[in-house]
């Protein structure tokens, strides 16, 4: 039986990450929708950083990998905040809003891939003990 580990966490959580970016990035003329799938992406996003610094981190701290990495993933959550701060102010579907939502994509999707490449080695085989967050 395979061990359902803490690197299987985090992609899954990344491959629902960048689905719910790809719904909300998808036109409707449903505001309504839009705006509950936007919002699911902020609690995602949210939930997720909680995921990584609860659990993930404090599984690499103290290794060079770890070392390496963290003020990269600090500097990439405050890119991503700064985004969603700036996105919150928009009208939803907006062209701007839209822009900037792009932007937050693809800032994700480049934290999404070194995270997992960097820190894949450390988490691979790590079982994950009990899931400690909402799915």
């Given amino acids: 039986m395979r061990i359902y580990s803490v690197l299987d ?3 899954d959580d990344h491959h629902r990450i960048l ?3 790809n719904q909300v990035l998808t036109p409707s003329k449903d505001q309504k929708k839009r705006t509950d799938q936007y919002r699911d992406l902020r609690r995602e996003l949210t939930v997720h950083t909680l995921f990584e610094e609860e659990t993930v981190y404090p599984r690499v701290r ?3 990998i770890f070392d390496f ?3 990269l993933a600090a500097t990439h959550h405050k890119i991503i905040d700064t985004y969603i701060n700036r996105i919150d102010k928009l009208p939803v579907g907006s062209a701007d809003w839209v822009k900037l939502v792009d932007k937050l994509r693809f800032e ?3 934290h999404m891939m070194v995270e997992e490449r960097e820190l894949a080695a450390v988490l691979k085989g790590v079982p994950m ?4 967050r909402a799915s």
């Fill in 108 to 110: 994700s999707a480049t």
């Fill in 19 to 21: 689905s719910l970016f």
């Fill in 62 to 64: 103290g290794t060079s």
């Fill in 9 to 11: 966490a985090v992609r």
């Fill in 69 to 71: 990495f963290a003020p």
């Fill in 129 to 132: 003990k009990a899931r400690s």
